[in-house]
C-alpha cells in the first residue's frame, strides 16, 4: 500500500501539488487499487490523515488538495499572496474578472465575498 501511496503523492507533486489542487479519473483510481488488491477509499484516509491530503471524490475525477491547517494566514500575508497571482497575470485576464465581477448581481457578490471567508481569502 505504501508504494501505492507515494506513486500516487509523486504525481500529484508532478502536476503541482501542493500549491495546486489536482485532478485524477476516479474509476481510474479504484481499479488500479482493486487490482493490486486495496481498497483506494483506505488509501484516501491514509493520504488525509498521514499525508496531510484532502480529496473530493467526484463520478469522474477525485480533486486532490492540500489540507487546510488551522493556522490562519495574516492579512497581510494573504494580501501579498493576491498581489503576487495578480501581477502573473495578463492585462486581458485581469480586465475579464474585473468585468465578470462588476456584471454579478448583489447576490452574486454577496456570496463570492461569503465564500472567500469560508476559504480564508478575505
Known amino acids: 500500500m505504501n508504494d501505492f501511496i507515494n506513486n500516487i503523492l509523486n504525481i500529484l507533486k508532478s502536476n503541482g501539488f501542493p500549491q495546486k489542487r489536482v485532478s485524477l479519473p476516479t474509476e481510474k483510481m479504484y481499479e488500479v487499487a482493486d487490482k493490486k488488491g486495496l481498497s483506494f477509499n483506505r488509501v484516501l484516509e491514509i493520504l488525509r490523515d498521514e499525508h496531510q491530503v484532502d480529496s473530493e471524490v467526484g463520478s469522474e475525477k477525485i480533486i486532490f488538495s492540500a489540507k487546510a491547517t488551522q493556522a490562519n494566514p495574516s492579512q497581510e500575508d494573504m494580501m501579498k499572496q493576491a498581489q503576487e ?38
Do not use: T
Not at 85 to 90: R, Y
Not at 92 to 121: C, T, Y
Open 85 to 122: 497571482m495578480m501581477s502573473k497575470m495578463s492585462p486581458e485576464e485581469l480586465a475579464r474578472i474585473q468585468e465578470m465581477f462588476m456584471n454579478m448581481s448583489p447576490e452574486e457578490k454577496e456570496e463570492l465575498m461569503k465564500k472567500g471567508k469560508e476559504l480564508g481569502l478575505i
